[in-house]
């Protein structure tokens, strides 16, 4: 089973910028189509960004549309997930998770095992 393990959460002003890391283990990473999720204290997780194996494909959760971009560096058995345009609703435990790849390429988003610890991405006004 793959070990993810996220980083680069921190503390910005909105209208700052994040890039989120999280680093994964094992041969066959560039098999796994791979996926950001967040949540916010009192709130359902949600879901943030996907990509598939290849990094061809990409899908977005509505509120982060024109903001963050996911990408991949299957060298490096990483994905990423840049952040622009922070708002304070942004505020949450981000965490990276594989997916299921068929309905990933779909359109639709399934977390199918693997979870990292997450990471604290905390928005000021």
């Known amino acids: 089973q793959v070990q993810l393990a996220e980083s680069g959460g921190g503390l910005v002003q909105a209208g700052g910028s994040l890039r989120l890391s999280c680093a994964a283990s094992?041969?066959?990473?560039?098999?796994?189509?791979m996926g950001w999720f967040r949540q916010a204290p009192g709130k359902e997780r949600q879901f943030v960004a996907a990509i598939s194996g290849s990094g061809i494909i990409t899908n977005y959760g509505d509120s982060v549309k024109g903001r963050f971009t996911i990408s991949r560096d299957n060298a490096k058995n990483t994905v990423y997930l840049r952040m622009n345009s922070l708002k304070p609703d942004d505020t949450a435990v981000y965490y990276c998770a594989v997916v299921d790849g068929t309905a990933q390429r779909m359109g639709s988003i399934f977390p199918s095992g693997s979870w990292g610890q997450g990471t604290q991405v905390t928005v000021s006004s």
């Open positions: 094992g041969r066959t990473f560039s098999s796994y189509a």
